[in-house]
C-alpha cells in the first residue's frame, strides 16, 4: 500500500516537473523553400526569423530550409496540410492542383514589368487572390516578388522559330506549358532541384528564370544564350495553414504577421537589386552570352504567345484578366 501511495506520489511529482518544461516549449514555424539562400526568397526567410526570434524570444522560433532541403515544391503544400511544415512561399505557378485564378501571372506578356505586377498585387482583386487557396484549407499571407523572367538556352534565341523542336523545363503549370508549345517547343514540367543537372546532362535545352535563379542556381554556367524576354512574372505567394495560424494566440499571429511584412519588404528590396546585379554577375562572367532582342522581334514573341490568354479565359476570368492587364497604365 505504502509502495503504491509513493509511486503516485513521484508520479505526480513528475508530472509537476515537466509541466512548465512543456507549457514554455516554442512554437516551432519550419519554413520550407526551395531557392538558396542568396536570393530574394532566401533572405526574406532569414530576416523572418531574425525578426520573429528577437521579437519573441523563447515563444517561437523559426527554423529555415532553403534548397529543397526539406521539401520541394510539389510536396510542400501537402505537407503543410498535414502540419509537417509551416510555411513556404511557392511561386505562383505552383499552385495549380489548388486554384486555378492564380495561373493568371503566368500568362505571357501580361506585366510589362515589375511595378505593374506590384501595383496589381496590392489592388483590391491583387489582394482577393491571397484567400483563393481558403477552401483548400491554405491561406496567402502575402506576395513576395523575384522579377521577370528571361529564356537560356543552348542555342541563340532571337524569334519565337528558333526555340522550335527544343525543350524548355518549365514549373508546374500548364499556363507555361501552352507558352512554349505556342512557339513550337516540348515543354517539361520538372522540379527546380532538377534543373542544373538537366541542363548540364544536356537532357533538356533550356529554361525559363529570374535572373537571380540563374545566376544563384548557376544555369548559367551550363547555358551559353541567355534571351532578355522579361515575357512573364516569377512572384511567390507566403503560405500558412488555416489550422496552424488560427492555432496562435492572437498577440503572437500579430507579431509574427508584422514580421513577416517586414521581411517581406526586405526581399522585395533585393529583389530589385538582383535583377539588376545578378545579371550584370552573369555578364562579367563571360559564360553565358546575353541576347538582347529588337522591337520586331520582341513582337513577334508577343504575338506567338498571346493567343495562350484565351485559352485560360475561362479558367481565370476575364475580369480578373482585364485587371491585371490595366495595371500596365
Ligand atoms: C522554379 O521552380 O523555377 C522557381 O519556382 C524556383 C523558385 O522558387 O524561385
Not at 506590384?118 to 496567402?140: C, H, P, V
Not at 541567355?226 to 496562435?248: A, C, N, R
Not at 546585379?277 to 522591337?295: A, N, P
Request: glycine share 6%.
Amino acid at each position: 500500500m505504502l509502495l503504491k501511495k509513493l509511486g503516485v506520489l513521484s508520479a505526480l511529482a513528475c508530472l509537476f516537473l515537466a509541466a512548465p518544461a512543456f507549457a514554455n516549449k516554442p512554437i516551432v514555424i519550419k519554413f520550407s523553400h526551395v531557392v538558396a539562400e542568396n536570393t530574394p526568397k532566401g533572405q526574406m526567410a532569414n530576416k523572418f526569423k531574425a525578426l520573429v526570434e528577437e521579437r519573441l524570444a523563447g515563444k517561437v522560433e523559426v527554423k529555415v530550409y532553403p534548397s529543397s532541403q526539406l521539401f520541394g515544391d510539389k510536396k510542400v503544400l501537402q505537407a503543410m496540410l498535414l502540419g509537417d511544415v509551416q510555411m513556404a512561399a511557392p511561386s505562383l505557378s505552383k499552385f495549380k492542383k489548388y486554384t486555378k485564378t492564380l495561373q493568371l501571372f503566368d500568362l505571357p506578356f501580361l506585366f510589362k514589368d515589375m511595378a505593374a505586377v506590384d501595383r496589381f498585387q496590392q489592388s483590391a482583386s491583387g489582394q482577393e487572390l491571397l484567400n483563393s487557396l481558403s477552401s483548400k484549407g491554405l491561406i496567402g499571407l502575402g506576395y513576395l516578388h523575384n522579377g521577370m523572367k528571361q529564356i537560356s538556352a543552348s542555342k541563340i534565341l532571337k524569334v519565337p522559330a528558333d526555340a522550335h523542336g527544343l525543350k524548355f523545363r518549365i514549373m508546374s503549370s500548364d499556363v507555361l506549358a501552352a507558352q512554349f508549345q505556342a512557339v513550337g517547343a516540348a515543354p517539361l514540367k520538372k522540379p527546380f532541384s532538377e534543373v542544373f543537372t538537366l541542363l548540364q546532362t544536356k537532357a533538356i535545352d533550356g529554361q525559363e528564370n529570374t535572373w537571380s535563379n540563374i545566376y544563384s542556381k548557376k544555369f548559367f554556367e551550363v547555358q551559353p544564350y541567355i534571351t532578355e524576354s522579361d515575357h512573364g512574372v516569377l512572384d511567390y505567394m507566403v503560405v500558412t495553414s488555416k489550422q496552424f495560424w488560427m492555432s496562435l494566440p492572437e498577440d503572437i499571429r500579430t507579431v509574427v504577421k508584422t514580421s513577416l511584412d517586414e521581411a517581406i519588404a526586405l526581399g522585395n528590396k533585393v529583389a530589385n537589386e538582383k535583377a539588376v546585379s545578378d545579371k550584370q554577375k552573369i555578364v562579367d562572367s563571360g559564360r553565358s552570352e546575353v541576347i538582347t532582342l529588337t522591337d520586331a522581334e520582341r513582337t513577334q514573341w508577343v504575338e506567338a504567345m498571346k493567343p495562350v490568354w484565351k485559352q485560360f479565359e475561362d479558367q481565370i476570368g476575364k475580369e480578373l484578366i482585364d485587371a491585371a492587364y490595366n495595371s500596365n497604365k
